[in-house]
């Protein structure tokens, strides 16, 4: 009898201990409706978007009061005119479009809505509420009503055990990963929509109004990743890294695209990005990516996944430059490599048709200092020198060919040409588009890249690329 005791307890215990777990799971879990959306000019403010709203059986959370609620149906025009906001209803109509495609949200015949009784009448609640204390219920989507009517969308949140129902319909892309490789996701429309519910487990503010995404192989039993496009009620679009668990919860995330408006010329104006403008994922997931700042510099840094699921930063070294921008350490890693403003903009530009392989390498040339740097951060010296062309090419086809094609750029090397030969260059990305995998050509101050089914021509930057000037 004793021993029978013994395990009635043990059970109790075992019983609290995981009650007591999942008690402490469910107050971890962000799960206050977030605004989504509000149209017809409603004020939306720091106001509306802190509110703390839950919504659990028969009772309606608002800033930590409860209150009783009803469920009762109507037909949808109905709502609106019994509580005089019918200008509400067709602002709404006019909207089904976006809030259809952006949202999921139907405006069905038929409605829910929350009755809520007279105890809201002394709370903030009552003014965003209907004048016969409603609210409407679209599914998971709570349309609350400020002054005058006017609306304002909070979706429920939806956590791991939705997410996980989402991920296999991801269209699957591969790494090595770059900017370009997004854009074209983006642009052939590859990525599959994700429910704008996921919002707070995805830790993304009010303002993303679409949500889409692609899954990358498993980095292993442990870590998903999964590359994830938000776009902004500005219109502008972030990309973002995530990384998943076995169960879908979210280890880590790194935003890596983004930009907001442009530094020379002001908004809209034709200057360079502000934001994270270029990144690149190697096959063992390693990540470089830049930003530019305001003042044009620009900081690069380098992450690697660990094998927990978490980005963690390498210190990025350079030996181009023997002074580097002055870091404020409220703003800038204190691992990163920042540029000044000059340093950033004096990159070779392309000249003829961009060589995509080569897009991604970002070359320095000094020919004073005979020095050229490589993706801001290797350098590499080099002797100049000149040979008979047909001797250089080796091949009487290739010799011809690029005879034509120098012709391009009001040059003569059917005689002859004038070459760098860089030292040490082996393990540079940029060593395998190089003759003999060490020398380019560099004519009329432009350096320029030849291989057999290719030629990329380089310039150095302008005056006004260089530094800005109004």
């Known amino acids: 009898m004793q021993q029978s005791n013994y395990y009635i307890v043990l059970f109790s215990l075992l019983l609290n201990l995981i009650v007591s777990s999942a008690i402490a799971d469910e107050k971890k879990a962000p799960d206050n ?6 149209i017809s000019n409603t004020l939306v403010d720091e106001t509306t978007i802190d509110f703390d709203i839950k919504l659990r059986g028969n009772k309606f959370y608002f800033n930590n009061q409860s209150f009783l609620i009803k469920r009762n149906t109507m037909p949808i025009e109905d709502f609106f005119k019994s509580n005089n906001i019918e200008q509400a209803y067709i602002d709404l109509k006019k909207k089904q479009t976006l809030l259809e495609h952006s949202y999921n949200i139907k405006l069905k015949d038929n409605i829910t809505y929350l009755q809520f009784d007279k105890n809201i009448d002394n709370s903030l609640l009552k003014q965003y ?65 994700l429910s704008i519910h996921f919002k707070n487990f995805l830790d993304l503010p009010w303002v993303a109004i679409y949500i889409s995404g692609a899954k990358y192989p498993s980095i292993s039993s442990i870590i998903n990743p999964i590359f994830i496009d938000v776009s902004w009620d500005s219109g502008d679009v972030d990309s973002y890294l995530y990384l998943f668990s076995n169960d ?75 002074k580097l921008a002055v870091k404020d350490n409220k703003i800038h890693s204190t691992k990163s490599l920042l540029l000044t403003s000059q340093q950033a903009n004096n990159y070779m530009r392309f000249e003829s048709v961009r060589i995509d392989e080569l897009y991604d390498i970002t070359l320095t040339l000094n020919p004073a200092n005979k020095k050229l740097c490589v993706n801001y951060q290797q350098a590499h010296s080099f002797t100049f020198g000149k040979a008979k062309s047909k001797q250089l090419f080796g091949d009487e086809k290739r010799y011809q060919q690029q005879v034509e094609n120098f012709k391009e750029f009001n040059i003569d090397i059917s005689d002859e040409l004038e070459y760098i030969a860089f030292d040490n260059i082996d393990k540079s990305p940029l060593a395998k588009y190089l003759l003999n995998g060490n020398k380019a050509i560099y004519m009329n101050e432009m350096l320029f890249i030849v291989g057999e089914n290719y030629l990329a021509a380089y310039r150095q930057p302008t005056v006004i690329e260089l530094t800005y000037q109004e």
């Open 248 to 322: 879908y919860k979210v280890l880590d995330k790194l935003v890596l695209f983004g930009y907001r408006t442009t530094t020379r010329g002001g908004p809209g104006g034709s200057g360079y990005m502000v934001g994270y403008h270029y990144f690149t994922i190697d096959k063992n997931y390693f990540i470089e990516r830049r930003q530019r700042f305001e003042d044009e510099t620009v900081e690069v840094q380098h992450f690697q996944v660990t094998k927990e699921g978490k980005f963690q930063e390498l210190p990025v070294t350079s030996n181009c430059y023997s």
């Open 33 to 38: 409706w977030g605004i989504i959306y509000g």
């Open 129 to 193: 509420v209907t004048q016969n204390r409603q609210a409407l219920l679209l599914d998971d989507m709570l349309l609350l009503f400020g002054k005058n009517g006017k609306p304002v969308f909070y979706s429920k949140p939806y956590f791991e055990k939705e997410f996980i129902k989402q991920v296999p319909p991801l269209p699957t892309i591969n790494v090595p990963f770059n900017q370009d490789d997004a854009f074209m996701l983006y642009q052939e429309r590859v990525l599959k929509p």
